[in-house]
């Protein structure tokens, strides 16, 4: 089984913190995501890796930017932490025919 | 682009169907469908190349129309299990990107 992990499941940041958001997959997957949730919003695309050191903008990248030094890992961060982007993260993974996502992590921005 | 689902939300008495839309501004390449259980991360359900191909996966299918690009994903005979939060996302032109929807929010009843 697919196993993608988001380091942390809850986090709490102070506004202006550079944040960084880890996921980590096994399966040797050539793409991944980083999607926002929020309620009546749906799932909104931040940025999408298909290669090391690959990227491409998503529906909402404003305040973010991403990291893939290696295959496995893809890591979110948000350069100066505000209270807007308190919400939930999810992490895809996987090959063009389907997406195993991680766990997610709630962030708190205080 | 975020594609369009309809309805929002719906509320079904065991054993009844339903059906979801999802449709796009754009020209699609494939559509995939996800379903989320409260507390817990999107699951992959399947994926519908462009073709105009239907598929099933114990009772729910799915059809995809390139030409309307649109595609429906059908529940029949609803169990409580089916309860979630089904998501569309879409790949339009070349590449792997996948782009959600904002979720059909389906309630099954006793």
């Known amino acids: 089984d697919v196993k993608v992990t988001q380091s942390s499941r809850y986090l709490v940041k102070r506004t202006g913190e550079k944040v960084f958001l880890e996921c980590v997959q096994d399966?040797?997957?050539?793409?991944m995501f980083w999607y926002r949730q929020d309620p009546g919003l749906g799932l909104r695309l931040i940025y999408f890796s298909y290669d090391v050191k690959m990227k491409e903008k998503g529906d909402i990248p404003e305040g973010y930017s991403v990291s893939r030094e290696k295959k496995e890992r893809f890591s979110l961060i948000l350069e100066s932490a505000s209270t807007n982007q308190t919400s939930m993260y999810l992490c895809?993974?996987?090959?063009?025919?389907?997406?195993?996502f991680g766990s997610g992590t709630r962030l708190t921005v205080v | 682009q975020q594609p369009v689902q309809s309805p929002q939300a719906v509320i079904l008495r065991e054993g009844e169907d339903a059906v979801i839309n999802c449709s796009s501004s754009?020209?699609?390449?494939?559509v995939h469908w996800y379903r989320q259980k409260h507390g817990e991360a999107p699951v992959f359900l399947m994926i519908l190349l462009k073709g105009g191909e239907q598929k099933g996966h114990e009772k729910i299918s799915a059809s995809f129309n390139e030409k309307k690009q649109q595609s429906s994903l059908y529940l029949t005979a609803s169990q409580l299990s089916y309860s979630g939060t089904y998501f569309c996302g879409t790949v339009t032109g070349g590449g792997n990107k996948l782009t959600f929807g904002t979720g059909t929010q389906l309630k099954v009843e006793l």
């Open positions: 754009k020209a699609l390449y494939s």
């Open positions: 399966m040797d997957h050539e793409n």
């Open positions: 895809a993974s996987g090959r063009s025919y389907g997406y195993t």
